[in-house]
T-cell receptor, first 112, second 111 residues
Framework: EAAVTQSPRNKVAVTGGKVTLSCNQTNNHNNMYWYRQDTGHGLRLIHYSYGAGSTEKGDIPDGYKASRPSQENFSLILELATPSQTSVYFC???????????FGPGTRLTVL | GEKVEQHESTLSVREGDSAVINCTYTDTASSYFPWYKQEAGKGLHFVIDIRSNVDRKQSQRLIVLLDKKAKRFSLHITATQPEDSAIYFCAAETGGYKVVFGSGTRLLVSP
């Protein structure tokens, strides 16, 4: 069954450390997205990609980098993690000409 | 840029009653409005959408209404069941196959 998976599901990091969140999709979708979910803010778009090798800045990209090495994989990188980046992160994929998105289960990140 | 405001942060209804969640948006150019459901501890999944060329869409117990003049859209869940309990997010497209989400409404359906 087509799916979006994320790893790790839970992560505790130290301030100033590097964190990589990974996303894999078997939907063969070109579009992929990274969001963070915080109470009162809903989901906010961090980075997105239209295909392998492409990354674009979303609405709140500061402090985050993204990497899309292949159709299936999209990573979110926090080079210098800060406590303000404590959140739940969701990855999603979508078809080229569609707004409908398919979400992974989320990664809960705590930065101490 | 587009902003979406979701008016009810929590909503409690009795099983069998209807639930209504209201959202407003700012960009008159937005033409696509999806709704997503998030069950506890899970990611979001798509439940229904509406495009700006219609003002009403129904899928089983879900009805979406769109008022373009007021820049308002709403999700109506009829004959609610306990399994409808979840967080519901409205969203509006912002171009480039991206959407902006509302802040979410926690719906609790009690027996």
């Amino acid at each position: 069954e087509a799916a979006v998976t994320q790893s790790p599901r839970n992560k505790v990091a130290v301030t100033g450390g590097k964190v990589t969140l990974s996303c894999n999709q078997t939907n063969n979708h070109n579009n992929m997205y990274w969001y963070r979910q915080d109470t009162g803010h809903g989901l906010r778009l961090i980075h997105y990609s239209y295909g392998a090798g492409s990354t674009e800045k979303g609405d709140i990209p500061d402090g985050y980098k993204a990497s899309r090495p292949s159709q299936e994989n999209f990573s979110l990188i926090l080079e210098l993690a800060t406590p303000s980046q404590t959140s739940v992160y969701f990855c999603a994929s979508g078809e080229t000409s569609s707004y409908e998105q398919y979400f992974g289960p989320g990664t809960r990140l705590t930065v101490l | 840029g587009e902003k979406v405001e979701q008016h009810e942060s929590t909503l409690s209804v009795r099983e069998g009653d209807s639930a209504v969640i209201n959202c407003t948006y700012t960009d008159t150019a937005s033409s696509y409005f999806p709704w997503y459901k998030q069950e506890a501890g899970k990611g979001l999944h798509f439940v229904i959408d509406i495009r700006s060329n219609v003002d009403r869409k129904q899928s089983q117990r879900l009805i979406v209404l769109l008022d373009k003049k007021a820049k308002r859209f709403s999700l109506h869940i009829t004959a609610t069941q306990p399994e409808d309990s979840a967080i519901y997010f409205c969203a509006a497209e912002t171009g480039g196959y991206k959407v902006v989400f509302g802040s979410g409404t926690r719906l609790l359906v009690s027996p």
